[in-house]
């Protein structure tokens, strides 16, 4: 039988007119024996037109299939049921039918009719419900382009905004969520709204190969990494859909229409001031579309979902993906500091001259080498300042960082006053904390060297000729000038020791 139409056509001519059955074959191009056969057929059915014309097109199929003894006696299968059982994983016409026949022993359709008139019910619904779709499996998102807008009263301007859909194969529940952009900070908030908006999460995402999803289009594709770790965040897998693949996405297709229709243009007349109010406004809508009856199946989005994918969905996690950028490789200089934003942030110093990664959220600042995070930080916001780990610095520089004032005038004065006044001097010489702690570093470090016998009698003798800069201090200590004997030394301030630097009295003498 060629089409549906085709039949109809041939029992409306044997039952309305006189003509033959070679005839009505040449008109309807069937066989003279089929339309002798469905001659019988109607003849036995005891159907006039009005009957047959209220009967579905698999009604009729049964009253002319039918065999002898059997004429409608055979029970339809439900077939939403079954498209509806079909959405299961595992689940097979096969075992359908074997069920459908222990429910119906007397009264069956064979294996082959089950499954021919399965499929001619199936290619009577809409393209998007017409594919297999496994409930819970897949969610199909995308953008649906520029489509509202909302005027901006401190800028005093006009702002559009994208429109983010999703849509799951099995039920064909919606949701739709306004951003600013297509960008990437903007297809994540809106991947985290839809979550929360399902309670669940599916097994697949199938996006299209927009930037903020697919960095390189190919096989496989180069995922977003920000979009391929939030997928792992929520345990869930991206397949986007090939290039140039509509029927790949044709569930996110005709969501766009569908939306389009029900939402975007019962909103096209409305003024909107935010971006809130817009997906306020959305929502409230939304809801509307979900709960629309089908017209080809029973129910509508809503129920399926909570019938078919719902339950078959993975729970959330505990917490919400938190949106991270990642930064190009860095090379570690010999300060062991990176600067992110004009900030600078400490690594381990032993990574000195290696690439490292850095992942950015709102509040932590991250350092990744070969996939592993060697560093955290709590993101700072100052410009020029520095954040920096004590156990990333080597042991000289931690030595350093811990020099107080405090510490090194409890140092000097186990040496001795002079080496506590020395250290006083630095700091009182000086406004800054910084210069006056290398100051005191160097004189530490004139103690380790010379020992601090000699360094406390460098300090005396700096101290009574009243010059207690470190660059004195060095030049006595270099020149033993401390074990000279007593003798008038030229008072010299600010200037490092020296022999040949005479006194006032050297010229009183020569006078």
Known sequence: MKNNQTFREAIRLSKTTNLSNRKIGRITGLSHNTISRYRVKLEKSNLNMSDINEMNDLEIMAV???????????????????????QFRHVSLQLLWEEYRLANPGNAYSYSQFTYYYRDYVRNLDLSMRQSHRAGETLYVDYMGRTLSYTDL??????????????????????????????????????NRMFQFYGGVPKFI?????????????????????????????????????????????????????????????????????????????????KQLNERPFKKLPGCRRSRFEELDKPMLNPLPSSEFEYAEWLSEKKVGKDYHLSIEDHYYSVPHELVGLKIETRITKNIVEFYLNGKRIASHLRSYVEGGTSTIKTHQPKEHLAYANLTPEILLEWAKKIGPSSTAAIKYQFESNEQLQPSKRSCATLKRL???????????????????????????????????AELPDIEMPIQINLPFHNNVRGSSYYEKRS
């Open 64 to 86: 002319l299939k039918s065999t002898r003894g059997r004429i409608n006696s055979v029970q339809m299968p439900d077939w939403s049921f079954v498209r509806g059982e079909m």
């Open 154 to 191: 401190k800028k005093g301007e006009s702002r559009s905004v994208q429109l983010f859909l999703s849509a799951f194969g099995c039920s064909n529940y919606i949701f739709v969520y306004a951003t600013h952009s297509q960008s990437i900070p903007d297809w994540i908030e809106a991947h």
């Open 206 to 286: 199938v996006p299209d190969n927009l930037k903020s999803a697919v960095i390189r289009a190919g096989n496989p594709p180069v995922i977003n990494r920000t979009y391929l770790e939030q997928s792992r965040h929520y345990g869930v897998f991206i397949h986007p859909a090939r290039v140039r693949k509509p029927k790949d996405k044709s569930v996110a297709e005709g969501g766009v229409l569908i939306a389009s229709r029900w939402i975007i243009a019962k909103l096209r007349h409305r003024r909107f001031f935010s971006l809130e109010e817009i997906n306020e406004a959305i929502s409230e809508l939304l």
């Open 447 to 481: 103690a380790k060297d010379y020992g601090v016998e000699r360094f406390e009698a460098a300090c005396e003798r700096a101290q009574s000729i009243g010059s207690l800069s470190v660059k004195s201090i060095r030049s006595i200590l270099k020149r033993r000038i």
